[in-house]
């Protein structure tokens, strides 16, 4: 079995859940699930964690990821995308290019978002969406969330292009809403795909129907690639040991942190992923062996 990150260039039509069900059952995977989930009408990057992937999925919960799509003007939705239904229409103004760029401006930097209704986010343990569905609105907590880049061009009077880079926990979805109401309309997503999810790229991404294809094989990038954003931090023997079996003097011997690093890949001596570890204050704190046998290999 494949180890490491699947990049999948997800169809629209099928959950993130429909997806990962599909690749397990073709490839007979056992260790097998998603980064960033995608709703079912978006189309685009979605990684997939398999085999030893899974050890490393809580530190790829990617701090920006970039869209690309449509929004419909005039047309407001319960869930605030098509597939939802109508709740109001409204006149949709003729709009300059320039009024665009302001309003992509207007949208840009640090804010707060309140998630959706129609989202994963739970109240009292239950889905939002749950909760929608039986006709209950709850009290929900606005977000802290960054808008880093956002282009906006007209496609047709009546639907927007736009291109957005944006910190996790963004509601795209909300910033089509947000972006109607900036014109002097209501508005809802249209179409939606992911096309960066942190260090991952679509480009690099392969179509489902070629991965559930007769003969087709697997090619997930490897578990130490996959943290690219980590600094690399390679260790001796000794090293190497002590951080396996635990002892608090093996991550102390480890090159300080520099302010701006979060996380740290730390590579045994045959060049595998040995551990992972986080910065705390000025120093490193271990996370997770992911080589145990380092224990056996580089005993004293």
């Known amino acids: 079995m494949s180890d490491g990150i699947l990049l999948v260039d997800k169809p629209s039509g099928m959950s993130s859940a429909d997806v990962v069900r599909a690749v397990k059952r073709r490839h007979a995977l056992e260790s097998i699930g998603h980064l960033g989930t995608l709703d079912p009408m978006a189309t685009g990057l979605l990684p997939l964690c398999v085999g030893a992937g899974t050890k490393i999925a809580q530190f790829l919960n990617a701090e920006r990821k970039a869209y690309c799509g449509t929004i419909r003007l005039g047309l407001a939705t319960d869930t605030l995308d098509v597939t939802g239904t109508?709740?109001?229409?409204?006149?949709?103004?003729?709009?300059?290019?320039?009024?665009?760029?302001?309003?992509?401006?207007?949208?840009?930097?640090?804010?707060?978002?309140?998630?959706?209704?129609?989202?994963?986010?739970?109240?009292?343990?239950?889905?939002?969406?749950?909760?929608?569905?039986?006709?209950?609105?709850?009290?929900?907590?606005?977000?802290?969330i960054v808008i880093e880049e956002l282009e906006l061009r007209a496609v047709a009077p009546?639907?927007?292009?736009?291109?957005?880079?944006?910190?996790?926990?963004?509601?795209v979805r909300v910033l089509a809403e947000d972006v109607g109401r900036a014109l002097g309309t209501v508005a809802t997503l249209a179409s939606?795909?992911?096309?960066?999810?942190?260090?991952?790229?679509?480009?690099?991404?392969?179509?489902?129907?070629?991965?559930?294809?007769?003969?087709?094989?697997?090619?997930?990038?490897?578990?130490?690639?996959?943290?690219?954003?980590?600094?690399?931090?390679?260790?001796?023997?000794?090293?190497?040991?002590?951080?396996?079996?635990?002892?608090?003097?093996?991550?102390?011997?480890?090159?300080?942190?520099?302010?701006?690093?979060?996380?740290?890949?730390?590579?045994?001596?045959d060049g595998r992923l040995l551990a992972v570890v986080e910065r705390e204050g000025s120093a490193w704190r271990l996370c997770r062996v992911l080589l145990p046998e380092a224990v056996q290999l580089y005993r004293p």
């Not at 343990?125 to 709850?138: C, F, N, W």
């Open 86 to 144: 109508t709740v109001a229409r409204g006149d949709v103004p003729a709009i300059a290019a320039e009024q665009l760029a302001a309003v992509a401006a207007a949208l840009r930097g640090p804010q707060t978002q309140l998630p959706p209704m129609y989202s994963a986010v739970k109240f009292r343990g239950r889905e939002l969406y749950k909760h929608a569905r039986a006709g209950t609105t709850v009290e929900r907590v606005p977000r802290a």
């Open 158 to 171: 009546d639907l927007v292009g736009f291109s957005v880079r944006c910190s996790k926990g963004t509601y």
């Open 192 to 269: 939606l795909r992911r096309t960066e999810f942190g260090p991952f790229k679509v480009e690099a991404a392969t179509p489902l129907d070629e991965l559930l294809a007769p003969g087709a094989e697997l090619s997930p990038v490897g578990v130490l690639p996959a943290l690219a954003e980590a600094r690399r931090l390679p260790v001796d023997d000794a090293t190497a040991f002590a951080i396996a079996a635990g002892q608090p003097g093996g991550v102390r011997r480890l090159e300080p942190p520099a302010c701006e690093e979060k996380l740290g890949a730390v590579v045994a001596p």
